[in-house]
């Protein structure tokens, strides 16, 4: 990855948008910014992040349906490894989710009671972002299920009272 891209995919994080972060890495930074109508840069100010927000929301469902689509892949290719009689190949996903999940909690720990030198605050609190936006977040979805119809129905039901209030 380019040294510009990493900037934007890390700045992207960093603010809170892992799903824009990923469409920039899996579909390339022409097609978010197409998406989008806004032009990504590492440096990116506070207004321009809620304009890039707005306009992820109003494309959620693209959003929603590549991640979903990314773990029914990942789930069909579990299930082809657990067909092997390779013990590891059975176990990798395990072993992957408890390396990270093991990781992130030690993370966690160590970034909330140890001390940070000033100087790598940032950096601890980027890398904080990617393990729980990201990392804890797929692990999760993988395992529980995604949230997202969840999420739409909730949009359903508040959209019905508004409209019943007027």
């Known amino acids: 990855m380019a040294p510009f891209l990493a900037g934007i995919v890390s700045s992207l994080i960093q603010n ?27 440096d990116m100010n506070a207004e321009e992040v809620k304009a890039l927000r ?9 959003m929603v349906e590549q991640a979903n689509k990314n773990t029914a892949d990942a789930r069909a290719m579990q299930v082809v ?12 996903v395990m072993y992957l989710a408890s390396f990270w999940s093991f990781t992130a909690v030690v993370y966690i720990f160590l970034i909330t009671f140890t001390h940070i030198p000033e100087l790598n605050v940032r950096f601890a ?11 804890v977040a797929t692990i999760l979805n993988f395992f529980l299920g995604s949230s997202a119809s969840s999420k739409e129905k909730t949009e ?11």
Do not use: S
């Open 16 to 42: 809170n948008l892992p799903k824009v972060a990923q469409a920039v890495v899996d579909k390339g930074l022409d097609y978010v910014q197409e998406k989008t109508g806004i032009e990504l840069k590492p």
């Open 81 to 92: 490894a657990l067909q092997q009689n390779d013990t590891f190949a059975k176990r990798y």
């Open 54 to 62: 707005e306009a992820a929301q109003r494309h959620e469902e693209f």
């Open 156 to 166: 359903v039901l508040a959209a019905e009272l508004k409209e019943q209030k007027r």
């Open 125 to 135: 609190d980027t890398i904080l972002g990617f393990l729980l936006g990201t990392v």
